[in-house]
């Protein structure tokens, strides 16, 4: 079966420029979540959905990111414009039900120079 | 206070070895779960083994099993008979509660495991 599939793996643009990030959760899962990974800061929860609605936007870090799940099989963090504090490994991750696992993507390392 | 500890940094084991990664939690939920995920040096995520609050038998997933133990609040991975490929991140999480509104995974800090051949 194909797990959570993200794209681009890599990602480098200058600051100021826009940033899209790409999330195809497995298909049937109804939760899907976006993580930041630093070193610094560990994995934090950017956004949560369920069954496509934003539940919980706490963790988003300020009004230049943004997140959209038109349908269940698709969603997007948005990054705009970008700073250098944006470097950082972004994965997304779906879950079936809630008390199942969350299955990670490979993750999108974002490097803003 | 931190709710899931993982006080070993770094660990080094034998190839074909057991090696135990330690992993206490806090939490005054009746209901929660306890996971654990490896991140090779590549940089993914994989989802290794779940371990339920009401569970009464420890988890088993192939060579990993979950060394649960609830009174004390503790649930280290065990990995057994380890191989090269098993050099990687690993993290301890929980979620506690239970239910849709239940989704924040609380992750330690990791512990850097390295198999010697």
């Known amino acids: 079966d194909a797990g959570v599939i993200q794209s681009p793996r890599h990602e480098v643009t200058e600051m100021g420029q826009e940033v899209t990030l790409r999330c195809k959760p497995i298909s049937g899962h109804n939760s899907l979540f976006w993580y930041r990974q630093t070193m610094m800061r560990g994995l934090e929860l950017l956004i949560y959905f369920n069954n496509n609605v934003p539940i919980d936007d706490s963790g988003m870090p300020e009004d230049r990111f943004s997140a959209k799940m038109p349908n269940a099989s698709f969603s997007t963090l948005k990054i705009q414009p970008s700073e250098p504090r944006d470097s950082a490994v972004y994965f997304c991750a779906s879950r079936l039900d809630s008390d199942q696992p969350q299955h990670f993507g490979d993750g999108t390392r974002l490097s803003i120079l | 206070a931190q709710k899931i500890t993982q006080t070993q940094p770094g660990m080094f084991v034998q190839e074909k070895e057991a090696v135990t990664l330690d992993c206490t939690y806090d939490?005054?939920?009746?209901?929660?779960?306890l996971f654990w995920y490896k991140q090779p040096s590549s940089g993914e995520m994989i989802f290794l083994i779940y371990?339920?609050?009401?569970?009464?038998q420890n988890a088993t997933e192939g060579r990993y099993s979950l060394n649960f133990q609830k009174a004390r609040k503790s649930a280290n991975l065990v990995i057994s008979a380890s191989q090269l490929g098993d050099s990687a991140m690993y993290f301890c999480?929980?979620?506690?509660?239970?239910?849709?509104?239940?989704?924040?995974?609380?992750f330690g800090k990791g512990t850097k495991l390295s198999v010697i051949p």
């Open positions: 999480a929980m979620r506690e509660g239970q239910g849709a509104g239940s989704y924040q995974l609380t």
């Open positions: 371990q339920g609050s009401y569970d009464e």
């Open positions: 939490t005054s939920d009746q209901s929660y779960g």
